[in-house]
């Protein structure tokens, strides 16, 4: 069984900055490879905002590069998403996602329950 859990989510006016938290749990897992951000706004398909590797490489949708930031704290199965300069059109559920190798043999993509993000003065 494989968790992860986002937290950090909320209503911030324009030009202002949110940090989102993504953890991973469970006890079937052996390793954590690429994790991601997705957002889904109203009315639109999810789309991939970043992602990084386990080894610290990153990837950017052309709308977050210079304002949004992505690491990741292996120890802690952690992945956040630093997100400044916030637009109106940011407004989204954000999901977490992470590809992971299981014990068992295999990886499968795990996703977050979602944490809404609202951008308004």
């Known amino acids: 069984q494989v968790q992860l859990v986002e937290s950090g989510g909320g209503l911030v006016q324009p030009g202002g900055s949110l940090r989102l938290s993504c953890a991973a749990s469970?006890?079937?897992?052996?390793?954590?490879?690429?994790m991601a951000w997705y957002r889904q706004a109203p009315g639109k398909e999810r789309e991939l905002v970043t992602s990084i590797t386990r080894s610290g490489s990153t990837n950017y949708a052309d709308s977050a590069k210079g304002r949004f930031t992505i690491s990741r704290d292996n120890a802690k199965n952690t992945v956040f998403l630093q997100m400044n300069t916030l637009k109106p059109e940011d407004t989204a559920v954000y999901y977490c996602?992470?590809?992971?190798?299981?014990?068992?043999?295999?990886?499968?993509?795990?996703w977050g329950q979602g944490t809404q993000v609202t951008v308004s003065s």
């Open positions: 469970g006890s079937s897992f052996f390793s954590i490879n690429t």
């Open positions: 996602n992470a590809d992971i190798t299981l014990f068992s043999g295999g990886s499968r993509v795990y």
